[in-house]
């Protein structure tokens, strides 16, 4: 069993370009969270997809979109970047409804934006 | 909006000490996290705690729950260098509420 994967593992961007990150689900789970990790900080929710929709949000802009894909993968897209971007970016995975269950992260995609 | 704190901020305790983490938060919550994470790296899930008087432990970790007084504990019995890194707890305000909203972590340092 593979975990959590998320692709790439660094990246380096300038202010005002947009970046794809990409994260596949352990297996058998069905909802997929992304979160930002500024440093120093803690982990903080930006959104969470299940079926193939955004089902809950969290205080971030509009610049910040996603996607879920049939095969549970998805993608977190965000436009216009900002210097204030460069974080640690997470994706977590779990089965929807299974609450007494550990909620499973990625090992995150770090963005630099210069 | 649900606020989650946690202390001390940071900790440097020797080995074979025993130590508490505390993290408090604001509201009404059903599920409670724990996590680690080491430098540079991503979130280790260790503990989910369900239910008020829940306690949970592995290894020389051991972490309790009392949601009536809206607190979990991390206690750390008898440490040793690898227990070195950010502990965070996390809270989700309802079953089916995927927001966790995390701690401000407590970074724990064991010195030999």
């Known amino acids: 069993d593979a975990g959590v994967t998320q692709s790439p593992t660094h990246l380096i961007k300038t202010r005002g370009q947009q970046v794809t990150l990409r994260c596949s689900p352990k297996?058998?789970?069905?909802?997929v969270s992304w979160y930002q990790q500024a440093l120093g900080q803690g982990p903080q929710f930006i959104f969470q997809?299940?079926?193939?929709?955004?089902?809950q949000r969290g205080n971030f802009p509009d610049r910040f979109s996603g996607h879920q894909f049939p095969n549970y993968s998805s993608e977190l897209n965000v436009n216009a970047l900002l210097l204030g971007d460069s974080a640690l970016y997470l994706c977590?995975?779990?089965?929807?409804?299974?609450?007494?269950?550990?909620?499973?992260f990625g090992s995150g995609t770090q963005l630099s934006v210069l | 909006e649900l606020k989650v704190e946690q202390n001390p901020l940071f900790l440097s305790m020797q080995e074979g000490k025993n130590y508490t983490i505390y993290c408090n938060y604001s509201?009404?919550?059903?599920?409670l996290y724990w996590y680690r994470q080491d430098p540079g790296k991503s979130l280790e899930s260790l503990f989910v705690l369900l239910s008020n008087g829940a306690v949970k432990q592995e290894g020389r970790l051991m972490a309790s729950l009392d949601t009536k007084a809206r607190l979990s504990t991390l206690h750390i019995t008898a440490a040793v260098h690898d227990l070195s890194a950010t502990y965070f707890c996390?809270?989700?305000?309802?079953?089916?509420?995927?927001?966790?909203?995390f701690g401000t972590g407590t970074r724990l340092t064991i010195i030999p």
């Open positions: 977590a995975s779990r089965v929807l409804g299974r609450d007494d269950e550990k909620l499973f």
């Open positions: 997809y299940y079926e193939e929709e955004e089902r």
């Open positions: 509201t009404t919550s059903d599920r």
């Open positions: 996390a809270v989700a305000p309802r079953f089916g509420n995927e927001k966790l909203t």
């Open positions: 297996s058998g789970h069905d909802t």
